[in-house]
């Protein structure tokens, strides 16, 4: 079964540092998000994005965060200035459809700001 | 806006017993409604799915779901639980019109006990 794959599985940044968050999505779908879960909370929504562009974004996706799609196959997430609330479990997912089309997630990439 | 509680926070059960997670939403028309679980250190994987038709909804690993629109409930359930489905579940709700982004609701820990 297809599936999404994150890279890393883990990421050590220090606090003011620059970092990417590495996706590729499955390659028939058209829909990317990503979601970020905070330890011990809820997974929170973060951003979607279609035909190059952002779709809708959430209040804690400020100008700190962009993503792209840089070829067919990536699709980043980049945090500019990380913070150590920027601490969290970062998942991407894919859907074939805006609506009624389940998302798949990937395995996450564990982000550590010290 | 849609929301999705998980009234708890933890559960143990005993393996071969039934499992029953609980799920409420709020959201003002049919939602899409669905079944995550995360097994440590792994991603969302999706359990199954409500868009419409039959209440009664059966997902992978022996899972089934029913949908009660009169208690904006979504209440996962197992007759037979194995030490496998030792995880996390979350419970999320869509739009069936228009887009929003899906909402987790925080998710149930699931201890399976000897």
């Known amino acids: 079964e297809p599936e999404v794959t994150q890279t890393p599985s883990h990421q050590v940044t220090q606090m003011g540092q620059e970092v990417i968050l590495r996706c590729v999505p499955i390659?028939?779908?058209?829909?990317f998000y990503w979601y970020r879960q905070i330890l011990g909370q809820k997974v929170e929504f973060l951003v979607s994005f279609y035909n190059n562009e952002i779709s809708e974004k959430s209040e804690i996706f400020d100008d700190q965060f962009s993503v792209e799609r840089p070829d067919g196959s990536n699709f980043t997430l980049k945090i500019r200035s990380t913070k150590l609330e920027d601490s969290a479990m970062y998942f991407c997912?894919?859907?074939?459809?805006?609506?009624?089309?389940?998302?798949?997630f990937g395995n996450g990439t564990r982000l550590t700001v010290t | 806006a849609q929301s999705v509680t998980q009234p708890d926070i933890h559960i143990t059960v005993s393996e071969g017993a039934s499992l029953e997670l609980r799920c409420n939403y709020s959201?003002?028309?049919?939602?899409?409604l669905f079944w995550y679980v995360q097994s440590p250190g792994q991603g969302l994987q999706l359990l199954l799915k409500y868009f419409s038709g039959d209440t009664l909804v059966q997902g992978i690993k022996g899972f089934e779901a029913e949908f009660k629109r009169s208690q904006s409930s979504f209440n996962l359930r197992k007759p037979s639980v194995h030490w496998s489905d030792a995880a996390e579940y979350f419970c999320a709700v869509g739009a069936n019109s228009g887009y929003t982004p899906l909402v987790f609701g925080k998710g149930t820990r699931l201890s399976v006990i000897a």
């Open positions: 390659s028939n779908h058209l829909y």
């Open positions: 997912a894919s859907s074939a459809e805006r609506t009624n089309s389940p998302l798949h």
């Open positions: 959201y003002g028309a049919t939602p899409y």
